[in-house]
């Protein structure tokens, strides 16, 4: 059973910047892909990014040029660097991890402050 602890999040103001991470353990395949969804109450979750072991990246277009998503494969984290954060991107961010099946984290809670 793959676990996720993330870490990161709080309350920001426009225009700052924050850095989530994401540890998973209990992996048994070398492939897999690594990512972050979030999530406003009320509205579905959404895709923000995600990276395979390959480093190939995907991201939403509301992430293009401000946040990156990287990787340390050895250590089975993954990072989601925010950058000019906008209040908008008030959410539950959501670790996502890939191999057979999904996993997902607890969750943590991203605030911008206008």
């Known amino acids: 059973q793959v676990q996720l602890v993330e870490s990161g999040g709080g309350l920001v103001q426009a225009g700052g910047s924050m850095r989530l991470s994401c540890a998973a353990s209990g992996t048994r395949f070398r492939g897999n892909i690594m990512g972050w969804y979030r999530q406003v109450p009320g509205k579905q979750r959404e895709l923000v990014a995600t990276?395979?072991?390959?480093?190939?990246?995907n991201y939403a277009d509301s992430a293009k040029g401000r946040f990156t998503i990287s990787r340390d494969s050895a250590k089975n984290t993954v990072y989601l660097q925010m950058n000019t954060l906008k209040p908008e991107d008030t959410a539950d961010y959501y670790c996502?991890?890939?191999?057979?099946?999904?996993?997902w984290g607890q969750g943590t809670q991203v605030t911008v402050s206008s």
């Open positions: 996502w991890f890939f191999d057979t099946q999904i996993y």
């Open positions: 990276i395979t072991t390959s480093n190939i990246t």
